[in-house]
């Protein structure tokens, strides 16, 4: 990791730039496969599942008995954890649950809100080398409580032309019965479009590779509603003397398995922690199975050392981490300081990954800065927001004189008459 004491403000801008590569190429692959998938629908889809994923694809459906079988073909354990899992992120989510009160503006005027699940829903779920279940449960649970009337799920096969089991066991959890196997841009591009297998959904959901991310950006530009346009992965730690170094090095390795193109930051004001951090480092990678990538990512990663645990919060914020961790010894008093985070770990009982499986908190969240403005997902994401009013006649007296005069102020006539006739 690259270390850097003492920046100048002037400095901050190069140390909170992320991983960056021109993905012009990327672009115009994924230019190309929404055009295939978007004029040959299925046959489009079984090309690219032979092309990318190497397998060879009778349907695109995963049926009953595959979906059913899953189960049996899981250790007892993972399943006892998946499903504890579940129960912590349906609490939470369940909790997010609102109906608001109708409020008198005015007399016999009353203003509501009511939530209303989106029609129908995608969910992208990535496969591979590290099948995310995990997120079958963040995006599939809040979906069934905001009462999504479909939700497709898109996962890619494996060479067997199977879904991990995994993926279909947590989907069934969810009562997601309608799973295809597709993946990367391909998926992205059924979902939007819909072929004769997939139905186009209203809004799609989920993590991917740049492009996954890519399509999604592509296809919003067509209407298409994304939950957001995520990145790769990325953790900020701000620590102070006292934090355990073992911990800290741990939290960092932990998001820069993910992949190459991952960013892992610790700000802190001692320097003895960043000699102890790095030989935690070196230890603990060594012993990791993606060791590798993960080493990759942290030649991309910084440690800044600065002058004071106020200025290295006020870093912090600026950088808007998708995920931030506090481990100083006033946490929950620097908590209160957060801004700019997706989801924030306070104290050192409060790992990254906890939150990222079990504690039910959802870890579909903002990247690339996007925490500055956007919110991760949650029970909102799947449901629209309708405003309701009714009005008396009496209510509609008492204020029409302020329409009538806004309305023509704009030349809008027919608005002032709008109200006029119905009071004559």
């Not at 409580?145 to 096969?157: F, I, K, M, Y």
């Amino acid at each position: 990791m690259e270390i850097i004491k003492y920046p100048q403000r002037e400095q901050w801008k190069a140390i909170m730039e992320r991983p960056y590569t021109d993905n012009g190429a990327v672009l115009d692959t994924v230019r190309h496969v929404l055009r295939e998938v978007r004029r040959n629908g299925d046959a489009a889809l079984l090309e690219l599942a032979r092309r990318f994923d190497g397998a060879e694809l009778a349907k695109l459906e995963a049926d009953a008995v595959e979906i059913q079988s899953a189960e049996a073909a899981l250790a007892p354990s993972l399943k006892t954890a998946i499903r504890a899992a579940a129960a912590n992120i349906e609490a939470f989510h369940r909790g997010q649950l609102r109906e608001e009160a109708a409020v008198e503006t005015a007399p016999g005027i009353r203003c509501w809100r009511r939530s209303v699940g989106i029609e129908r829903v995608g969910l992208y779920i990535p496969g591979g080398s590290a099948p995310l279940f995990s997120t079958v449960l963040m995006l599939g649970i809040p979906a069934r409580l905001a009462g999504c009337a479909e939700v497709v799920l898109c996962t890619p096969p494996g060479k067997d032309g199977k879904v991990h089991p995994a993926i279909l066991y947590a989907a069934s959890l969810c009562g997601i019965s309608r799973v295809v196997k597709a993946g990367g841009a391909g998926a992205i591009a059924a979902l939007a479009y819909g072929t004769d297998t997939i139905p186009r959904v209203d809004k799609i959901f989920g993590p991917g590779n740049q492009y996954v991310t890519a399509a999604k950006q592509l296809v919003q530009q067509e209407g298409v509603a994304i939950d957001m346009p995520a990145g790769p992965s990325e953790v900020c730690v701000l620590a102070d003397a006292a934090a355990q170094a073992a911990y800290i090095a741990a939290d960092l390795l932990s998001q820069a398995e993910h992949g190459p193109d991952s960013q892992v930051l610790l700000l802190t004001d001692s320097e003895a922690l960043i000699v102890n951090v790095e030989a935690e480092l070196e230890c603990q990678v060594a012993a990791l199975p993606r060791g590798t990538i993960a080493r990759k990512a942290l030649e991309r990663s910084r440690i800044v050392l600065l002058r004071s645990l106020d200025e290295a919060m006020e870093l912090a914020n600026a950088y808007a981490a998708e995920h931030l961790i506090l481990q100083c010894a006033d946490a929950e008093a620097r908590a209160e300081q957060v801004r700019n985070a997706g989801s924030v770990f306070i104290g050192a009982w409060s790992p990254e990954s906890a939150g990222d499986y079990a504690t039910g908190t959802n870890h579909t969240l903002p990247t690339n800065g996007f925490a500055r403005a956007s919110s991760g997902v949650s029970t909102d994401s799947f449901v629209r927001k309708i405003t309701f009013q009714q009005l008396t006649r009496e209510g509609l007296q008492g204020i029409a004189a302020t329409v009538t005069e806004m309305a023509e102020a704009e030349g809008l006539q027919a608005h002032a008459e709008a109200v006029r006739v119905r009071l004559r």
